[in-house]
């Protein structure tokens, strides 16, 4: 039965023709086939329960804004309050269309008073999820544990000063793997919400650094062990909550992962707004993911360019997105990941409806960005160009040189003889831009 959140809502129509006020897609038609496959499997959209159903609209000057019926302060019966956001979840998710959904262990269950309470909670709305996916045919992108809003994790997880908290962290890690597991969950997801730190004068750094590659290789052999076919993901942060996250960007993750010899069995979830507060664009860490064999999914949500923090909202900025999809559908494009909305809206959206508009937008702007990163692709102008300009490195001499054939000498020895005097050659970057401001 309908829960009536929403008012009357059914599924949201493809109608480029509907008028402002109507809840429709413009761009995003899940049929349309681009590059020889259905829209919706080059996205595989995924939305996030926690900023949707968990937040309640609150910053650092005010609290509560949104008024939700589950929320704890109005619920008499807690399990009942979760069931009820369960319902209105898959309402939303329903309407929206997209395929996919993400949870913290935090977010579908009521905190209970210690570690076997919480896990009966999860295990029992677990139970309300599989059902639900089998009635709806929804499926789990990847589910990830809350290791970082309770005060035990105030000093970290697997980085804690304290081994008791390394072992609570873990024990709910294992608890979250198996739901996931159980759900057919595509990833599960790692975020280091607190593996970071805030002053050296209190954190041996080395230490904390052991812990989290034991923590990790604990997670990978868990997964053999229980066979999760699905991938580990690591979601790069650089700072927020602490000070100095260890995840910082991409290639301090793969840095992380060698270090621990885990580069062949974890990847990575790449944010758009954390890439920004390292100080990337997204592209350049989907690229960089790409080129080092460990590109997963994406959380799609974008950071205000002016303010220093994580701003969670929704995309709206179609040539970024194309650009995002391209470095994508460039590295063959999704397998187990997807694009997932890990966003929310801004605290003076109150309506239950705004929810859906900012979805809707949301997936339009991604088609739109996706069709464009398409067309680029079928044109071929770019990649022939980019391969053009590294040709001499298709030679033979050039080859040898790059697979360490030649000594330094011999490199010096071969520019005397031949007087090797190149000549700079134009970059095209503005040339380059024009391109894709056609399909944009
Ligand atoms: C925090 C963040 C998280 C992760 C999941 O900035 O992005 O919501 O996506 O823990
Ligand atoms: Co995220």
């Known amino acids: 039965m309908a829960t009536g959140f929403f008012g009357e809502v059914s599924k949201i129509p493809f109608n480029p023709d509907a008028g402002p006020e109507e809840l429709a897609f413009r761009h995003y038609d899940p049929e349309e086939i681009v590059m020889g496959k259905p829209l919706a499997e080059h996205l595989r959209f995924a939305v996030c329960w926690w900023h949707n159903f968990v937040w309640p609209g609150g910053d650092p000057f005010g609290g509560q804004t949104f008024d939700r019926p589950w929320f704890e302060d109005r619920a008499s019966d807690p399990m009942e309050a979760a069931k009820l956001k369960a319902d209105v979840a898959f309402e939303m998710f329903t309407a929206l269309g997209v395929p996919f959904y993400c949870f913290h262990d935090a977010d579908i269950r009521p905190e209970g008073d210690d570690f076997a309470e919480n896990t009966k909670n999860l295990n029992a709305i677990v139970d309300v999820l599989e059902r639900k996916q089998a009635e709806t045919g929804l499926k789990l992108l990847w589910g990830t544990a809350n290791l970082f809003s309770h005060r035990r994790y105030m000093s970290g997880a697997a980085t804690n000063p304290d081994p008791e908290v390394f072992a609570f962290a873990a024990a709910t890690v294992k608890t979250c793997m198996d739901a996931t597991h159980r759900l057919g969950g595509a990833n599960y997801v790692l975020w280091g919400g607190r593996e970071g730190y805030e002053t050296l004068l209190n954190t041996d750094l080395k230490r904390e650094d052991q812990q989290l590659g034991r923590f990790l290789n604990l997670v990978v052999e868990y997964k053999h062990k229980i066979g999760f076919d699905g991938a580990i993901l690591i979601e790069p942060k650089p700072q927020e909550p602490t000070k100095h996250q260890y995840d910082h960007d991409v290639a301090t993750v793969y840095g992380f992962l060698k270090r621990h010899g885990l580069e062949n069995e974890v ?10 507060l390292a100080g990337h664009s997204f592209e350049h860490e989907i690229a960089t993911a790409a080129a080092l064999g460990i590109f997963g999914s994406i959380d799609m949500n974008r950071n205000d360019q002016q303010s220093g923090w994580d701003t969670d909202q929704f995309p709206n900025d179609v040539p970024e997105v194309a650009r995002a999809y391209y470095e994508i559908l460039k590295a063959g494009g999704f397998t187990t990941g997807g694009t997932n909305f890990d966003a929310k809206l801004r605290r003076q959206s109150l309506d239950p409806k705004d929810l859906l508009f900012a979805h809707v937008g949301g997936m339009d702007v991604c088609a739109r960005g996706l069709k464009a990163a398409a067309a680029m692709m079928d044109e071929g102008v770019l990649s022939a160009f980019v391969d053009d300009r590294y040709a001499g490195w298709d030679q033979k001499g050039a080859q040898a040189m790059l697979a360490g054939e030649r000594t330094l000498e011999e490199i010096a020895g071969w ?26």
Request: charge should be negative; aromatic fraction near 6%; charged fraction near 20%.
């Open 267 to 276: 990847k990575v979830n790449i944010e758009q707004g954390h890439a920004i």
């Open 415 to 440: 520019v005397e003889e031949q007087n090797v005097n190149p000549a700079p050659i134009s970059g095209r970057q503005e040339w380059a831009e024009n391109i894709v401001n056609r399909y944009v």
